[in-house]
T-cell receptor
Framework: DTAVSQTPKYLVTQMGNDKSIKCEQNLGHDTMYWYKQDSKKFLKIMFSYNNKELIINETVPNRFSPKSPDKAHLNLHINSLELGDSAVYFC????????????FGPGTRLLVL | GEDVEQSLFLSVREGDSSVINCTYTDSSSTYLYWYKQEPGAGLQLLTYIFSNMDMKQDQRLTVLLNKKDKHLSLRIADTQTGDSAIYFCAESTPNTGNQFYFGTGTSLTVIP
C-alpha cells in the first residue's frame, strides 16, 4: 500500500549506458515530478507531468526523457549516462495545484562508474 | 526562480530544543513545508503552514512564520536521537505553478 514507489532503489552502471527508473503512485494524483538530489543534498526539480503532459523542464539535458504511460506512472529514461549523473533521483506526486502537498518516493540512488 | 535559504548544519544535545531556520523570497500567498530526510531514505512530509497563519503546532513540532521578514522556523521540542536527519523547507506559491522550491537542507545531529 505504498503511496509513491520507485524502482530500482539502487542502480550502478557504466558511463555511456542507457537506463530507466520507474515511478508509480496510487494516490490518485494527476501530477508527478522528478527531482535530482546531488551529493551536497541540494534538491532540484527536473520534470513535472500533469495528465500525461510535460509542464516543467528545468534546463535538463535532453539525454533525460520522462515518459508517462498513464496518470499513475512517470518513468525517467537516461541515455548515454555520464559521471555527473550520479545522484539520488526522487519521484513525487500531488494533485497539481500550488496549494497541494507533494508526496515523495523513497529515491533511486544512481552511481555511474 | 524563488530563493529558499537554510543553514547547513545544526547540532543539539538530546532533550534540548532544536530550531531550524529558513528564509524565502516570495511575498505573495504561500504554502511553506517542512520535510524530513533520514539517512538513505526519501523525503517525509512533517508539516506545512499557509501564509495567513503565524504559528502551527503539532505535538513536538512548532512552526513559526514571520511574514514581514519572510522567515520560517521549525522548533522540535525534546529532541531525540531519532530526529537526526536533514530537514528541508520548501515553498510553493501561485507564481511557481506546481513547482516546489526547496532549501538547501539543514543537517540536524542530535548528541546523546
Amino acid at each position: 500500500d505504498t503511496a509513491v514507489s520507485q524502482t530500482p532503489k539502487y542502480l550502478v552502471t557504466q558511463m555511456g549506458n542507457d537506463k530507466s527508473i520507474k515511478c508509480e503512485q496510487n494516490l490518485g494524483h494527476d501530477t508527478m515530478y522528478w527531482y535530482k538530489q546531488d551529493s551536497k543534498k541540494f534538491l532540484k526539480i527536473m520534470f513535472s507531468y500533469n495528465n500525461k503532459e510535460l509542464i516543467i523542464n528545468e534546463t535538463v539535458p535532453n539525454r533525460f526523457s520522462p515518459k508517462s504511460p498513464d496518470k499513475a506512472h512517470l518513468n525517467l529514461h537516461i541515455n548515454s549516462l555520464e559521471l555527473g549523473d550520479s545522484a539520488v533521483y526522487f519521484c513525487a506526486s500531488s494533485h497539481g495545484s500550488w496549494e497541494e502537498t507533494q508526496y515523495f518516493g523513497p529515491g533511486t540512488r544512481l552511481l555511474v562508474l | 526562480g524563488e530563493d529558499v535559504e537554510q543553514s547547513l548544519f545544526l547540532s543539539v544535545r538530546e532533550g534540548d530544543s532544536s530550531v531550524i531556520n529558513c528564509t524565502y523570497t516570495d511575498s505573495s500567498s504561500t504554502y511553506l513545508y517542512w520535510y524530513k530526510q533520514e539517512p538513505g531514505a526519501g523525503l517525509q512530509l512533517l508539516t506545512y503552514i499557509f501564509s495567513n497563519m503565524d504559528m502551527k503546532q503539532d505535538q513536538r513540532l512548532t512552526v513559526l512564520l514571520n511574514k514581514k521578514d519572510k522567515h520560517l522556523s521549525l522548533r522540535i521540542a525534546d529532541t531525540q536521537t531519532g530526529d537526526s536527519a536533514i530537514y528541508f523547507c520548501a515553498e510553493s506559491t501561485p507564481n511557481t505553478g506546481n513547482q516546489f522550491y526547496f532549501g538547501t537542507g539543514t543537517s540536524l545531529t542530535v548528541i546523546p
